[in-house]
C-alpha cells in the first residue's frame, strides 16, 4: 500500500485531515514545528563514550529537545532491577540523566541550548516516590512526567484498565500538587477492539480527568494497532501534549492484540526515519497543532545508524509547513 493510499484509509472519517478551518491560508503557510525533540532511548549508544560530544552531536542534528528515559537513581526498585536484567539484552546500560547529577546533566544542556521538557518513568515511581521525580523535573524544567507503558501485569483485563484509569487520575493529582504535569504514552496494545467491540484504553480516556492525565501519541504503534492517529486527536482534542514521530515502511498491523514484547519486535524491522515511510506525518503534525500539541519528539527504537536516521528526520521536520 503506498502513502497516498494510506492518507485515505486513515482519514476517512477526519475532517479534512486535520485541517484547522478557523486559521486563514495565510497562517497555515506560516506554522511549523518550533523545536524538534528527540527521545533519548533512540541514541543511547552516542552517550556510551562520551556524554558531551553525543549531546553535541545531536545538537549539531538540529535537536532542540530531550526527552530522557530511567530508571533515574530515585526509581522504583522494581524497575531499576528489570532495567538490570534488560541491559544484557540491549547492549547499552546508559539511562536517565546520563551518568551525571541533574544539575550537570541541566547545566550540559544549556551549553547546547538543548531543554528537557518530558521525562520517562515507571507506574511505581509514579506512585511511590513521585516528590523526587518532581524535584529533579522541576530542576531540569520538565513539565511533563510520562509513563511510556503499563505493565504486562496490571492490563490482563478490563478491570485492571479501570482500576489503572483510577491510577492515573490520582498520579495526576499527585504530579499537578508538585507544580509538574502527568501524561500516558500508548504503546500497542489496547487499541484493538476485544471480543466485545470494547477498545481498553477507552476505559483510560473516559475514566480519567482531561486536567489531570494528558496524552503523548506514538504514531508508529497507534497505527500499528489499526487506530487513526488524527481520529484520535480530533476526538481528545486538547490531551494529546506530546508526540512521537516514526514512520512506517509499509502498512503493518501487529497479528494480535499488540500486547507482548515479541509482537512488538516483529514490527521494528518496519520502522524507518520519520518522513520515509507511509504514515502521514505531515497531517498529523498539523492536526495535533491545531488541537494543541506542544512538543514533538523523533523515536527510532534501536535507530541501525542513529546520526544518519535522526539527521534524516530532523531536516524532514524541520521542513513542514502548514
Known sequence: MNRKTFIQQISALSLGLGMAPSLSASMLQSQKI?????GLFSAPRL???NVEQGIATLAELGIQEFETYGPYTFSDARNQASWKALTPQLGFDISGFLGLEVNEFQALLKKYNISVPSMHTDLYTLEGNIGALAEAANTLGAKYVVLPAIPESERSTLDDYKRIAERFNAIGAAAKSEGIAFAYHNHGYGLIP???????????????????VFL???????????ANPIELIQKHS???KMFHLKDMKELTYFEGAGSTA???MALFPKLVSAGSGVIPIDAIVETASAHGAEHFFIEHDFAPEPID?????SRYLKGLRW
Open 34 to 38: 518550533k523545536k524538534v525533540g528527540l
Open 238 to 240: 486538547g490531551r494529546y
Open 262 to 264: 515479541p509482537e512488538w
Open 309 to 313: 536516521n535522526i539527521g534524516d528526520a
Open 47 to 49: 552517550f556510551q563514550d
Open 194 to 212: 476485544n471480543e466485545q467491540g470494547i477498545k481498553p484504553v477507552d476505559l483510560i480516556f473516559d475514566g480519567t480527568d482531561p486536567q489531570l
Open 216 to 226: 503523548e501519541m506514538d504514531v508508529f504503534w497507534t497505527v500499528a494497532g489499526r
